[in-house]
């Protein structure tokens, strides 16, 4: 009997840009595998002293917040070089506050210029939630 992955991501086909397809049993753990599949998309990788960082953002809606999250960390690499490789993530209606951890990073082999709103729908499934998201490269 195959083992049911609760969550996860994985890299689709895309003509221009590169696409994840992520799923988890609820909008944490989703976002939570979102941000893992950028990085991996990224393959960065991280310097072992650990640094810390705490950030809220607001959207009207789960596919905004989705993109603001990923955003801001986005934001955190390019500003201050830092990535990140744990993720709390805590929902309240239109805010979504974050606590994550990492490191400097030390190596990228390739770069996310941004997280685009393309064809971007969050969908409750049987076992929680799915979505695709594409990147900008």
């Known amino acids: 009997m195959m083992d ?34 950028m990085n991996h998309l990224s393959e960065i990788t991280l310097d072992e002293k650990r640094v810390e960082r705490e950030f809220e953002v607001q959207a009207d809606d789960p596919e905004g917040l989705l993109v603001a999250f990923l955003s801001e960390l986005l934001y955190f690499g390019e500003d201050e070089n830092i990535g990140f ?41 049987k076992r929680g939630f799915e979505v695709e998201i594409v990147f900008d490269v």
Do not use: M, P
């Open 85 to 125: 490789d744990n993720y709390l993530v805590e929902i309240r209606g239109d805010k979504l506050y974050a606590r994550t951890a990492g490191g400097q990073i030390t190596g990228r082999k390739k770069e996310i210029k941004a997280v685009t709103f393309h064809n971007l729908a969050v969908r409750k499934t």
């Open 4 to 37: 049911i992955v609760e969550s996860g991501y994985q890299e689709i086909e895309h003509t221009a840009d590169w696409a994840l397809r992520v799923w988890a049993a609820d909008i944490e753990a989703l976002f939570v595998q979102a941000a893992a599949g």
